[in-house]
């Protein structure tokens, strides 16, 4: 099925026209919040970078704000909801189901503008604490709890330690989003960044080995006291 999360590609500016579906909005938004950051973008520049009137915009969406919050609903959202799916159904070892879901996650993210949202919020959040605030409870504790599932899924079935699992989640996320905060920061400036599957691949080498349940050493024997 086609989401808007689809849409969101990074792709030359459309022609301009008369009309405009409520996704072609929310693509024309999210390029300009990355372009420019919330704060720079005004709803008559989305209308026009969509090619329509900003009366029209307004038919669809009550002003920046709603078009920044449709932009998660229906971006972000979906992307997550993907991998719940796949967590329900996965019958493999919890290793595999962590790499792909992470390896999912890194590839409809860095292939599409939804990337450049971390960036976009850490420079935006002490200006907007509300969609801030927003996006930490529709997008971030949402992928925190998908994480959380996989990490218990392999605690109980004996093949990853028990560690702090909230501490474990953070872990495992952080990365994935600072590379993305690169990426669209200091790799868009031209500053070398690291191929995103490499870089993955080499998180998830470091972060299964730590997570890997020890196998238990059987204990030797005492050995017997000779008493001369």
Known sequence: MHTMSDSIEKKPARR?????????????AIELFIERGYTATR??????????????????????????????????????????????EFVGDSSTLLRELLTRW????????????????????????????????????????????????????????????????????APLLMHFIWQHSMGASGCPTVNPARYLETHLDLILTGLAAQPKLKSKPAKRQVVS
Request: aromatic content about 8%; proline content about 4%.
């Open 16 to 28: 301009r026209r008369k009309e405009a579906c409520p996704s072609e909005l929310m693509q024309s």
């Open 43 to 88: 709803s008559e520049d989305i209308a026009a970078r969509a090619g329509v009137s900003k009366a029209t915009l307004y038919l669809y969406f009550k002003d920046k704000e709603a078009l920044f919050k449709a932009v998660i609903t229906q971006g972000v959202v979906p992307i997550l909801d993907e991998s719940a799916h796949l967590i329900d």
């Open 106 to 173: 890194q590839v409809r993210f860095n292939t599409s503008l939804l990337g450049g949202i971390p960036k976009l919020m850490i420079s935006e959040a002490r200006n907007f604490p509300e969609l801030a605030l927003y996006h930490e409870k529709i997008a971030y504790a949402r992928a925190r709890t998908l994480l959380g599932r996989v990490i218990e899924r392999g605690v109980a079935r004996g093949e990853f330690r028990p560690l702090d699992q909230d501490a474990v989640v953070e872990l495992l996320i």
